[in-house]
C-alpha cells in the first residue's frame, strides 16, 4: 500500500493505471480495478498467485518485473510464489531484485532467476556509521518486562517500536503496557489486513505511542519521527537487525536502538556484531559478552558510560536510560 501511494505521487503527472493487490481484504474490488487494464501491479505474492489461478491476472504483457526485499521473498516462505510468478512472466523483460541486505546464499538463489544479471550496490552508510546510538542491556528474560517500563517512563522516548520474536509475544508486550497506561498498537501477521492499517494508522497519527511488533514491521514501515527502536527479543537472522534499526534516523533525523540481550544470547550479539560491524555501547547489566571478547574488531560492545549521552536536539530524545535495576 505504501509502494502503491509512492508510485501515485511519483505519477502525479501521468495518466498511470495503478493497481494494488494484496491479502486480508476483499479481492472483489480489486479485481474490478484491474479489469480495465493496469499499467503497473504492486502485489503480494500470495493474492498474486491466487488471481493467476483464476485468470484474472494475466502476466503474458508484463515489460518489467520488479521484486522488492528480496532476500525475503527468496526465503522459504515465498519461493515457491516467487517462482509460479517468474514462470508466467515473458522471456523478454527486464527485471530488478531491490533489498536493502542480501545474504550470499540469497544471492546466489537470486541469480537464478535472472540473466547475465549485473548488480548494482547504492552507495549508503554502514549501519554503524548511521546517526543511531545503539545500545544494549544485559537484563535476563523475567526482567524484560520491567526494563521496558522503566525505559518508557521517560517522556523522551516518544514515538517508539518494540520488536519482539514471536505474534504471541508481541500480544503479551502489548497488553502489559496497555495495562500499565502506556498508549500501544500491535502489529503483527495474525492481524488482519484493516487491523494492521488501523495499528500503522494510530501509531503513525500518535494516538498510540508505542507499536509492539514482530519483524513483519521491519521492513517497509515507513513512519516519520520514530525516536527509538527497543529490540525486545534480538532478531533470529542478523540481518534483520540492520532492518529493524532502519526504522529510526530516517529522512536525515537521528534515532536511538536498544537491544535487550541475555546470557543464552550471547552467540546471536556476536553475530549482530560480524554482520553489521556495530559496537553496541553496554547501557545497564553485567556485560558477560565483553569479558570473553578481546578483539576490537569484533567487540560486541564498549563500555563507555552507564548513562548514555543525549541525543541532540530534539530536546535530548536518548535521555533517560539508566543501567538496569
Known amino acids: 500500500m505504501q509502494i502503491e ?60 518485473f520488479v521484486l522488492d ?3 525475503r521473498m527468496l526465503d522459504l516462505g515465498f519461493i515457491r510464489d516467487i517462482r509460479r510468478v517468474v514462470a508466467a512472466l515473458p522471456h523478454e523483460r527486464q527485471s530488478a531484485l531491490f533489498s536493502a541486505t542480501m545474504p550470499s546464499e540469497v544471492g546466489a538463489l537470486a541469480e537464478t532467476l535472472l540473466r547475465k544479471p549485473l548488480r548494482v550496490d547504492v552507495a549508503r552508510s554502514a549501519p554503524a556509521d548511521l546517526p543511531i546510538e545503539q545500545y544494549v542491556h544485559f537484563v535476563e528474560p523475567a526482567g524484560k518486562r520491567a526494563l521496558l517500563g522503566h525505559l518508557l517512563a521517560e517522556p523522551a522516548l516518544s514515538r517508539v517500536i518494540v520488536f519482539t520474536r514471536t505474534k504471541r509475544g508481541a500480544n503479551q508486550v502489548a497488553d502489559v503496557l496497555e495495562t500499565g497506561g502506556v498508549r ?27 507499536l509492539v511488533a ?3 514491521a521491519a521492513r517497509g514501515i515507513d513512519v516519520m519521527g520514530i525516536s527509538h527502536v527497543i529490540n525486545f527479543d534480538l532478531p533470529a537472522q542478523p540481518e534483520d537487525y540492520v ?29 549482530i556484531v560480524r ?14 559478552v565483553v569479558r570473553q571478547q578481546r578483539s576490537p574488531a569484533k567487540a560486541v560492545a564498549e563500555r563507555g558510560a552507564h548513562r ?6 530534539r530536546g535530548g530524545a536518548g535521555a533517560g536510560l539508566r543501567p538496569a535495576a
Open 5 to 64: 501511494d509512492s508510485l501515485r505521487r511519483l505519477g502525479s503527472q501521468q495518466t498511470l493505471r495503478i493497481v494494488a493487490i494484496l491479502g486480508g481484504v476483499s479481492r472483489f474490488m480489486q479485481v474490478q480495478r484491474m479489469r480495465g487494464g493496469a499499467d503497473i501491479v504492486v502485489g503480494t505474492p500470495g493474492r498474486v498467485c491466487d488471481l493467476m489461478a483464476t485468470g484474472e491476472l494475466k502476466l503474458n504483457q508484463v515489460s518489467h
Open 69 to 71: 526485499e528480496a532476500d
Open 184 to 210: 500501544v498498537a500491535a502489529l503483527h501477521g495474525n492481524k488482519s489486513q484493516p487491523q494492521r492499517q488501523k495499528a500503522l494508522d494510530q501509531f503513525r497519527t500518535g494516538r498510540a505511542r508505542v
Open 214 to 216: 514482530t519483524d513483519i
Open 243 to 271: 532492518h529493524r534499526i532502519g526504522r529510526t534516523a530516517r529522512a536525515g533525523a537521528s534515532g536511538v536502538a536498544i537491544s535487550f540481550c541475555h546470557a543464552e544470547q550471547q552467540s546471536t550479539l556476536h553475530a
Open 275 to 288: 554482520v553489521t560491524g556495530t559496537r553496541l555501547q553496554i547501557a545497564g547489566g553485567p556485560p558477560p
Open 308 to 313: 548514555p549521552a543525549r541525543r541532540r536536539g
